[in-house]
């Protein structure tokens, strides 16, 4: 018999407002210091019941025959750590929409890791506590928990322990994706050659860009927006810097990279400023692709509350 019951989770992509990058230690990460924010660019995933302990998934959209279709999938990787730590012998087929880049620094796959533990779980009907389903996240990767819990929060660690920050207002962003990809290790590893010999402080949330957070201005939050990877991710990719000019000449109130790049955000004042940005972004030539974002908006979340475990015990 072929699967009948599906859920669909909708994911955000995230950027980081602050990120505070440490010494390199010995696991090979790196402690950081980060405000992590959601915005409403998204990953689809549906998840289709098998009557097997099957694992698929087929992915589709933008840059989709960039991501993997086989067992080093994350989202598959989460769906078998899920399965093996409920002790269940289930199987899912997943079906991945892409909107968030590939390999862009907004947590693209980890987004999928996070739909596909949200979808299962449902699907599954297990009732996993929150507490548990953020346990496995963080070792699924270090941006995975964030995806859960969206918003705007602190993360700390290698940014999988995180606290939801004291955050006032609703932002408009403009994203310029980048034609290519950069590797998050390889991004960490050049940052830490620029920073060789140099000794380093415990990283720290900037105390501005809390305050400028708890008080809601858009002009104070552009100001205190900043990314010690940054100058890493310019290095590998120097037109990064041309494409942080644009912002700057047409008034974005900030821009940075995302994360570990290449994409990169721009603090916009209003809609309209938002629509005059990705224009001038757009005629720049200096992005792939230009989109206007909101932010905060929540983490991974059912989309069709009519398929969840209850409509589909109801049915069975
Ligand atoms: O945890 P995740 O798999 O997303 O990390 C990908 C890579 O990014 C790690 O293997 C590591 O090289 C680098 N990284 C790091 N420190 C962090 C997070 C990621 O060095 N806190």
Redesign the pocket.
Known sequence: MTATFEVTVRVPAKVNLGLA?GG??PD?????ATVFHAVSLYDDLTATLRDDDGVTVRVEGVQATLVPEDESNLAVRAVRLLAERMGIEAGVDLHIRKGIPVAGGM?G??ADAAAALVACDALWNLGLPRSEMLELAAE?????SFALLGGTAIGT????RLTPALARGDYHWVIALAEFGLS??AV??ELDRLRARRVLPEPRVPDRLMKALRSGDPQALGDSLSNDLQPAACSLAPSLTDTLAVGRDYGALGGLVSG?GPTVFFLARDTEHALDLAVALTASGTARDVRRVHGPVPGARLADPHRSPDAASRRS
Not at 140 to 144: A, F, W, Y
Not at 157 to 160: I, K, P, T
């Open positions: 990058v390199p230690r090979g990460y790196h402690d950081l947590a796959g980890s699924l990767g270090s941006d995975v660690g290698r940014g999988e998050t290790p960490y590893g570990s």
